[in-house]
């Protein structure tokens, strides 16, 4: 089972420091918040995207790769095959199939005591996915770049998985005391399972293809009949609901409070550590601030400025090709026809 190319989508992570420790209250639309109750002065602001001032190249000498491993895929700057503004909405694109990636930013090193964490970026997988990783991961400062790993300690893991029917998972994992600690609730982006559109079932490979030459082919994509939007279950009152139970509680001989359990002391680094079968997707619009209110607007200001124009690039370009497949359907059919007239001519002219 495949993710159909998808528009980029915004994930945002707002952390606040509860009482003893992260305390999550919402999840909506691929954004997770945690607690935000009040914004603080804005003071630590760290843009991570790929501007257009900056040189083609520049960015790979902000962006470290690991050299952990000798064949790690590469990573390309590029907007994808539709966007709403060919400069601004490039980003770093996983470009090989089959392939690990890792790559690194760093930032001044901050902690985050008494203050609300906010983890935002965009993904955007123009592929057909069917197994890779969408997901980020916050460093220590001291973190070695060009040795990361999947083995290398972090602070905090967020971001979109899938791999294959069965694996289709937001990722919120945090760091305490050296182990890692996942959420408890699965989360699940809107439309994964019943999406908008869907390749073409009917679609088949032109037969002057070549897979060399024209790249892997992917077919049309169509409405899909069965997308009804966002489903909401019919609730009804249970008869033999008798409350709920509560379990009998003992006191913890191993609890011991701990009302910095949510810091961190030096947050430093960002790095994307990932695995994909089918690449194509396309990070970009990275920030770690401490004013969520900054967050929304930050979001508004650069992917909310062209994912309009976007969206209505993708759905011209899928009218092109459907249009594309209905004429060369009719070319088929005709020349089909025509061949079958003149076998009959030429039958009519031996019986004769």
Request: proline share 5%.
């Amino acid at each position: 089972m495949k993710t159909n190319p998808a528009l980029r989508q915004r994930w945002l992570l707002i952390g606040k420091r509860a009482e003893l420790g992260w305390e999550e209250t919402s999840i909506s639309h691929g954004t997770i918040f945690f607690n935000p109750v009040r914004f603080t002065p804005l003071s630590v602001v760290h843009r991570l995207g790929f501007p257009t001032v900056i040189g083609a190249d520049a960015w790979e000498n902000r962006w470290i790769e690991s050299k952990h491993r000798s064949d790690y895929g590469k990573f390309i700057l590029h907007a994808g095959k539709f966007y709403g503004d060919s400069e601004k909405d490039k980003g770093i694109q996983t470009s090989q199939d089959a392939k690990f990636y890792a790559r690194s930013i760093k930032f001044e090193e901050f902690n985050n005591e008494g203050q609300t964490l906010v983890i935002q970026y965009t993904v955007k997988h123009e592929q057909n996915i069917d197994c890779g990783g969408g997901y980020i991961k916050l460093f220590p400062a001291n973190l070695n770049q060009e040795d990361m790993s999947g083995n290398s300690p972090y602070y905090v893991m967020f971001g979109p998985d899938i791999c294959g029917p069965e694996m289709k998972k937001v990722h919120v994992i945090f760091s305490y005391k050296g182990k890692n600690h996942l959420i408890k609730k699965d989360i699940r982006c809107k439309n994964w399972d019943n999406p908008e559109t869907i390749p073409d079932p009917n679609a088949k490979k032109p037969t002057d293809w070549d897979d060399e030459m024209d790249g892997e082919w992917e077919p049309p994509m169509i409405q899909n009949p069965e997308y009804k939007g966002e489903w909401k279950s019919h609730q009804i009152n249970n008869p033999n609901f008798k409350g709920n139970w509560v379990h009998p509680e003992i006191d913890n001989p191993e609890y011991k409070p701990d009302t910095n359990m949510y810091q961190y002391d030096n947050i430093g680094i960002l790095g994307l550590d990932l695995w994909q079968v089918k690449s194509g997707t396309i990070f970009d619009n990275f920030l770690i601030t401490n004013d969520a209110k900054y967050a929304e607007e930050y979001g508004n200001q650069t992917w909310g400025i062209t994912k309009v124009a976007e969206k209505e690039m993708r759905q011209h370009q899928e009218k092109e090709m459907k249009a594309q497949k209905e004429e060369k359907a009719e070319m088929e059919e005709e020349e089909k026809e025509g061949k079958n007239g003149g076998m009959e001519m030429d039958t009519h002219k031996y019986e004769l």
